[in-house]
Each structure stands twice: as C-alpha cells, then as structure tokens.
C-alpha cells in the first residue's frame, strides 16, 4: 500500500516549523522588503532553534535532519516570504551542502558548525555576466602562484553576497580542460581586492543580491574546497537537490496565494454574491487547489528517491519545472481574483506574484529544465546543463 502523508514525527515538525515562520519570521517581512535587506540576526535565530542546515549531520554542529524536513521547513518559510526562505536556502542548502560533500575533514570542522549556528552566513557564486545558464562561459580564474592561489573575474546576481561573511566561488584553474577545469574557492568576503555592489531587483527584495569584483585576490593554499576540476560535476549534484526546494518554496507561495485568494472569493461581494459563487473564479480556485496537489506529489516522489541515495535527476528537473511554472500561474490568478485591492503595495498578493516569478529564471530556467526532460525521453538535446 503506497502511504501519501509523511509519518506523524514530520506533521509534527511542520508546526514547529509553520510557528517559526508565522510569529518570528512573518512579522520582519515587511520591512526587510522596503529596505531591501536580509535580517541577518534571523540566521543565528534558526542556529538556536536547530532549524538552519537541516541536513547537516550532528558531527559537524547540525540538527541531523533529512530533505524531507529541509523541505518542509523551505516551504513554511515561503508560506511568509520566498525572499527569506532563498536567503537562508543559499546559505544552507547549497553552501553548506557543498562544504559538506566537498570539504576536506579540516574544512568541514572549522566552516560547518558556525554555518549551522548561524554565526557565519555564506553565499555561492557561479553567475556571471556572459555565464548564465552556460557555465562553460565562466571568465573567472584562479591561478597557482605557489605559496597561494590569485583569483580575477566578476560575478553577478550572487544571493547573500553583501552579507556573507564566506562566498564559495567557482573558476577555472585549467581553462583547457573545458568545464573540467572549474574548480570551487572559499573566499573570505573582506578579502582585499573583492569588491560588493549591491543590485535592486522587482521581487524577494528582502533577499540580498549583488556584483562581485575579483581583483587579484589573493586566497590560502587551503581556501581550494574538493579536488581541483570536480567543481561542474558537484554543482550539478546540489543543484539538483537544490530543485527539490526551489519546489518547496514554490508550493509554499502558492499556498499563501490561494489562502487569500479562497478567502477575498468568500468575503468579496459583487453583484450581490461573493465573487466566489462565479464560476470564473470558483474554477481558478479549483485549478489552483489541484495544482498545488500535483506539486506536492511531485516533491515527495524526488525527495523519497533523494532521501534514499537513488538519482532523481528527471524527476527534480520535473518538478522543478512543474512547480516554478505553477507558482506563477497561481499567483497570477490570486491578484487577478483580489482586483485592484491585490494590486495596492500594502497587499502581500502583489509580492507573492513579484517574488513568484524568479522561480522560472535561476536554478535553471524553464527552457533548461525542457531541455533536461527532453534529453531523459531520449531526444537529442545539447548537454547544456
Ligand atoms: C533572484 C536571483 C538570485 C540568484 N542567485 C544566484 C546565486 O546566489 N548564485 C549564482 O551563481 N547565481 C544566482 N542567480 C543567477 C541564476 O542562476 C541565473 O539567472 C540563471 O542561471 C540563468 O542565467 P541568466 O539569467 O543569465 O539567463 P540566460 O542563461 O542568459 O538565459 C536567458 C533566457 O534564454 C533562455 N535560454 C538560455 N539557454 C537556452 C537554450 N539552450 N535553449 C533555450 N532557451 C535558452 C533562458 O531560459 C532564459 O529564458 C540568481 C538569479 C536570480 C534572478
């Protein structure tokens, strides 16, 4: 007999979880969205109640958890703002991860606990200008100079940068071994030489982004994180775990859309019946319930194949896709449902459908995510990602 719910101990996490959120994160979200800033205390806040790095095991200072509860944490987070649940997913999903699965026993020691107590923050840069969904553009060197290592380049779009205090970071250090030749970094934020300028985006304007100049920085011999030209392979490794979440924060979005939406159908009285009774909307809510379902199903198939180590590929890239599409549809649909009221700045309907639409661009846009499926189906597709 297949069993669609998550045992009770994980219904139970997600109360814990949705409490967090809704009294200590829900109640920041406004003004870091006006300011444009992450609350950096609220890390070291998630550190102390051993909900930050989920998936980092006790030995290494984290609460040992699984993808499931980093999943269900991601999307409570982005239940009350998908800005916060990427600040916080960067840092502990994608950069801790990669410390994890790439560090030297060293490493893993000095960076993860004070990562997972949110006492340092980290960010991971791979984007440049000319190097968007094709990393094999990445200008970024890094040079052996004998005693340490020299990094020149410019990366941009880099969540977390301006308030990291370590950014992973992704170059060449054999430009004639193609992607081969790309290798990770730890680099110190207050190294001399980087240079932050921080970038205004139209959504998650709680979530920091920025520019990175590289100007012959120089980095310790032991700043180099896995062995050198495994960079392209590991990348991809969490980033395809990495879509498991962009899948959470996806359906969390949702949900809160469709909370308001469902509730704006049953209060909002027009020609004398609540707009819901009208089966333009009654059917968008219907739509929106269903998918959001489907959504859920499709993350629970790839976490259930992640959790017990079998490749989920296809099916991360499926929901990937499925979800970040879903998230704009629905989120579309609610501010349509609410008029003119989801359009005011004082509606958080406007800034789900603002912040939902980057699930589609980054992680590997839409167009990537047909390319991988088209490719598992056996149709000839460039091996772009
Ligand atoms: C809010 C936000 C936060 C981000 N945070 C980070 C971060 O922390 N670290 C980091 O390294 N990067 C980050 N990024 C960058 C992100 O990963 C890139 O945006 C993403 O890789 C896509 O690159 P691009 O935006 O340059 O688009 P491009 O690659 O230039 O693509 C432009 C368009 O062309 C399409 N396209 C590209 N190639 C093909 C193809 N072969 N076939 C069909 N269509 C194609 C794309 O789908 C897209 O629609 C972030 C981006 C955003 C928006």
Redesign the pocket.
Known sequence: MIDFELPAEYETFRKTARDFARKEVAPLVDEAEDKQEFPRPLLRRMGELGLLCLTIPEEYGGPGGDIFTQCIFTEELGYVSLGMA?GTM?HAA?AATLLLECGSEEQKRRYLPPACQGAEAW?????????????SRIQTTVRDAGGHYVMNGT???????TIADYLIV?GYTDKSKGMDGLSLFIVPRDTPGLRVRKLS?A??RC?E?AELTFDDCVLAKDSQLGVPGEAFDKVRRIRTASWLLVGARAIGVSRAAYDAALEHAKTRVQFGRPIGHYQANSFKLAEMAMNIDAARLLMLRAAALHHQGRECFQEASMLKLFASEMAVRVTNDALQMHGAHGYMMDSPVQRYFRDAR?L?????????Q??NLARGLGLKA?D?Y
Request: charged share 25%; no cysteine.
């Open positions: 990427i960067v994608y960010a991971f840069a791979a984007t440049e200008a000319e190097a968007g969904s094709d990393r990366k941009t779009f880099i969540t977390n940068s992704e985006k959504g998650i979530s982004i980057m589609t661009i980054s992680e590997g846009s839409s167009e990537i047909h390319i460039d772009y």
